[in-house]
C-alpha cells in the first residue's frame, strides 16, 4: 500500500477494521494463509482475512480482541459504561480510565511496527502509558470542571484536547522502543539495510497523529452533531435508555467510519529518503550497485 492513493487505502482499511472478521477462529486464519500460499480456495476472502489478523511483519496472529476490527465493537461498552458512571463517582471514573487505556495500550502493542520488546520493558512502558493516560484523561476533566468560565466556554473542544493527549502519551511509551531503539528500514525489494530510530520515531508519529488523534476527536464531535440534528427533528426517543442507545449507535458508526478514514491518511509502508535517516543510511548500494535514494518501513497501526 505505499503507492496508493487515500481512496485505495481507505478501502483496505474498511476490510481490515470489518468487525465480521473477528468470527473466525485462528484456524481458519492459518487455513487462508495456507490457501494463499498454495493459490486455492477464494483469494479475495483469504488475503482480506489475513490482513483483519496477521501482523505484516511479525507473521503473528494478533488475539482478537485487540485486532483494529475490534476496537469499535470493544469500545462500546466502555463508553456505556463511562456515560452510565456519575461524575461523582471518583474511584469508578479512574477504575474506567484504567480499562480503557489499558486496552490502548494492548491494542498499540499489538499493532506496533514490528519491534520486539522484552518482558521487563513491556511492562515499564505500560506503568508508564497507563499512568500518564489515566493523568491526563481525568486531570484534564478535572481541571475543566473546576476551572474558570471561559475554560468551560470552549465546550467539546477541552474533552477532545484530553482524549488526544493521554493516547498520544499512551502510545509514545507503549512504543517507545521503536522510538529509542528504532525499527528495521528496507529498500523497495525488501532488502533490510539495519534499524533507524528516525524511522521509528515518524512511524511512531503517524500513527500517533491518525489513530490517537483524529479518530477520538472524530467520535467526539459527530456523535453530538447528529444527536443535535435528531433532536430538531423530533426523532430521539423520550425515555433516557433509548436516548443512550441511539447515542452509542452514532458513536459506533463515528468509530467505524473514522478508524479506516484515519489509517488510510498515512500508508501502511512509511517511505523515507535516505538523507532524512542516521548518515549509516546516506551511500547504500542495492544489489545491482544502484544508488538507494529511499527506504521502507512498516508504520504499525
Known sequence: MAGATFVDRFKEYLEITDPRTLIYSDDAVLKAQTELKNNVGD????QKLVNA????????????????????PVNIPLVFAMIACPAT????????HWLNQSYNTA???????G????????MKAYGLAVTS???????????????????????????CLATAAANVSNIAFTRMDEITNGVSVMDENGQKYGVSPNAGFECVKQSALTRCVLVPVACLLIPPAGMGVLNKMRLLPASKGGRIVVELSLIFLALQGALPAALAVYPQS????????????????DKQGRKVEYLFANKGL
Open 43 to 46: 483469494r479475495e476472502f483469504n
Open 53 to 72: 489478523a496477521v501482523h505484516p511483519v511479525t507473521g503473528e496472529i494478533i488475539p482478537r480482541i485487540f485486532r483494529v476490527s475490534a476496537i469499535a
Open 89 to 96: 463517582n471518583v474511584p469508578g471514573t479512574l477504575f474506567l
Open 107 to 113: 491494542c498499540n502493542y499489538a499493532n506496533r511496527s
Open 115 to 122: 519491534a520486539d520488546q522484552s518482558t521487563e520493558a513491556l
Open 133 to 159: 493516560a489515566c493523568t491526563l484523561a481525568y486531570g484534564l476533566g478535572k481541571a475543566v470542571e473546576r476551572g474558570p468560565r471561559w475554560l468551560k466556554s470552549m465546550g467539546i473542544l477541552i474533552p
Open 270 to 285: 512509511a517511505k523515507f529518503p535516505v538523507s532524512k535517516l542516521e548518515p549509516q543510511f546516506h551511500n547504500l548500494v
